[in-house]
């Protein structure tokens, strides 16, 4: 069996927890101490050997995907993590693995995305292993039982029973909350984007319904086929054409985290309905999610139905019926060209992270943290000076190809011009405060001269 992780989405909806170049699947949440992403891989080991799990990303992501796999010691072969040029919805996503699976053979496949919480574990993995005899004669997707009408799923109808599940009638789209009573009320199950097929019978489903799709495909530059091929779901581009479609209830706790609405699948509520993740004072509140950053006193006295989400340089309060409304909110900032729609203060870089502390016209901060063993690239900028103060371990600092030992308590300047490098020499993390000085101070002014990432054509560290 193999196993392919879909990791390349931007999760819009949780803004601003998620953000484009850190989305929700990496998010370690308050109480976890593994992201979304971990736990989906760790999902895979349980069905799986390591060798037999791909990840299909792009290539903003691919470092969070190798760095957050490192963390759990684990380190995939280049050809198991599998980089998309653009995202073009689903169906592309799944091809390219299946595509790079059959250079090995025919197999059962099992797609899962990286953004999902399960909690019965056991339950589900017992569920896909007894689903691979079915996979053999249909494309299975598996669905949720329904807890209520949710606008924010899709739906599947079942219609005969087979020996295990459900031959499909029809998939229906994420419904109005009318529609959405009506589909519980047929018996139908929420769409959980989580499949299972044998290569060969998915290959021919696609030539029968998709042929242009699959001719696409068979390329070998995979920049051209994803020019040429279209942005399409799994379910728009051969689910609802296929008669070979089976669909098998998990009856678990599970949640995509969708969108904070969604939030209330899987996290704990008190007596009235709050959902908090800290300690928060409540006074006449029922019904109100609150995630706040860092370590802050919060109350709240005579509200309810509220999404309260609180990042250092964001807030997002919303009723929880307008939930869905989120992605609107970055598609505004977007098109206002506001970073805030893209970046955290944070940043993750493959060799550690930075964040941002404090920035003026003519000044930034940073807290830079370098992993042990880890440097970043040997560069250089044309408009700032840099000042680095080591308060934890010790630096590794090349200038103009001399080397400076820098520990902790010490520091040392970069002048404009000057080629440099940052390196963490030892067992513990290295942390630096950086002072930048300069007319322009965006993350493009810079030029690589050497990477051990293989970025020297990327204009941002």
């Known amino acids: 069996m193999k196993t392919i992780i879909l990791a390349g989405g931007t999760g819009t909806r949780l803004w601003p927890l998620s953000r484009t170049h850190y989305p929700k699947q990496f998010l370690k949440l308050k109480g976890m101490a593994k992201s979304l992403f ?46 998309e040029p653009v995202g073009k919805n689903t169906l592309p996503a799944i091809y390219y693995g299946v595509k790079e699976i059959q250079k090995q053979g025919d197999d059962i496949v099992v797609v899962l995305p990286s953004d999902h919480l399960i909690k019965e574990e056991q339950q589900f993995i017992k569920t896909v292993k007894k689903a691979v005899a079915l996979a053999e004669e249909f494309i299975i997707t598996f669905g949720i039982y329904p807890t209520k009408p949710y606008t924010g799923y899709g739906y599947i109808k079942p219609k005969q029973p087979l020996k295990m599940g459900y031959q499909v009638d029809r998939f229906k789209e994420k419904p109005d909350e009318a529609t959405a009573k009506t589909y519980v009320e047929m018996g139908c199950f929420w769409n959980s984007g989580i499949f299972m097929f044998n290569t060969r019978l998915f290959c021919q489903e696609i030539v029968k319904h998709f042929p ?24 728009h581009g051969l689910m609802e054409k296929s008669q070979k479609i089976a669909v098998i209830p998990l009856d678990v706790q599970w949640s995509d985290l969708g969108s904070f609405d969604s939030f209330y699948d899987y996290f704990p509520t008190d007596e009235v309905g709050n959902l908090c993740f800290e300690e928060t004072m409540l006074m006449d509140s029922h019904n109100n999610l609150l995630y706040t950053e860092g370590d802050k006193a919060v109350a709240l006295i005579g509200v309810k139905d509220l999404i309260i989400i609180e990042q250092q340089d964001a807030l997002l309060i919303c009723q929880r019926e307008h939930s869905q409304r989120v992605k609107e909110v970055v598609d505004s900032l977007k098109g206002e060209k506001n970073t805030k729609a893209d970046f955290h203060l944070t940043t993750y870089r493959p060799w550690g992270s930075y964040t941002i502390l404090e920035e003026g016209r ?16 040997y560069q250089m900028h044309h408009h700032r000076s840099e000042h680095w103060v080591v308060v934890k371990g010790t630096a590794k600092v090349t200038i103009e190809g001399i080397e400076n030992i820098v520990p902790s308590g010490e520091s040392i300047f970069v002048k404009t011009g000057y080629r440099h490098r940052l390196e963490n020499p030892g067992k513990v993390l290295l942390e630096v405060i950086e002072v930048q000085l300069g007319e322009y101070l965006a993350e493009d002014d810079i030029v690589r001269l050497q990477d051990d990432f293989g970025r020297l054509n990327t204009k941002s560290d």
């Open 212 to 235: 242009a799709f699959d001719h696409t495909f068979q390329g070998e530059n995979i920049e051209e086929i994803y020019e040429q091929v279209p942005a399409i779901s799994i379910d």
């Open 362 to 377: 003519f000044y930034k901060i940073k807290r830079i943290t370098v992993l042990p063993g880890k440097k970043l690239s």
């Open 38 to 83: 971990q736990l989906s891989f760790e999902r895979c080991l349980k069905l799986t050997s390591p060798n037999n799990i791909y990840i299909v990303t792009n290539h903003d992501y691919r470092f969070l995907v190798s760095g957050q796999l490192e963390e759990l010691g684990y380190l995939l072969n280049q050809d198991q993590v599998l980089i």
